[in-house]
Nanobody, 124 residues
């Protein structure tokens, strides 16, 4: 079992920025795919962004394109989600997820390992 630990959430005004981090103490991601998902109250958990640990290829939901950037630091074994120009509709609990051998890196049902989530609240 891979334990994922997220950090970096908080309260920010609309137009502001936050950077989320996700790491797995004692585990290296190797050939994993890493995803960021979010879930707002009363809504389904939805895909935000993902990155392939092997080749660094990135994927984004339409809502994240141009505002969010997913990246990885191999030396720190950490994946990041830089969120700029935040909007109130970005308010949600953000989850980091990881797995290997997935057919679709943007499909939440393909992920086995999940973090505990970090709250992001954007005020208007």
């Amino acid at each position: 079992q891979v334990q994922l630990v997220e950090s970096g959430g908080g309260l920010v005004q609309a137009g502001g920025s936050l950077r989320l981090s996700c790491t797995a103490p004692g585990h290296t991601f190797g050939s994993y795919g890493m995803g960021w998902f979010r879930q707002a109250p009363g809504k389904e958990r939805e895909f935000v962004a993902a990155i392939s640990w092997t080749d660094g290829r990135t994927y984004y939901a339409d809502s994240a394109k141009g505002r969010f950037t997913v990246s990885r630091d191999n030396a720190k074994n950490t994946v990041y989600l830089q969120m700029n120009s935040l909007k109130p509709e970005d308010t949600a609990v953000y989850y980091c997820a990881a797995d290997s051998g997935m057919i679709s890196i943007i499909d939440r049902w393909q992920y086995t390992h999940w973090g505990q989530g970090t709250q992001v609240t954007v005020s208007s």
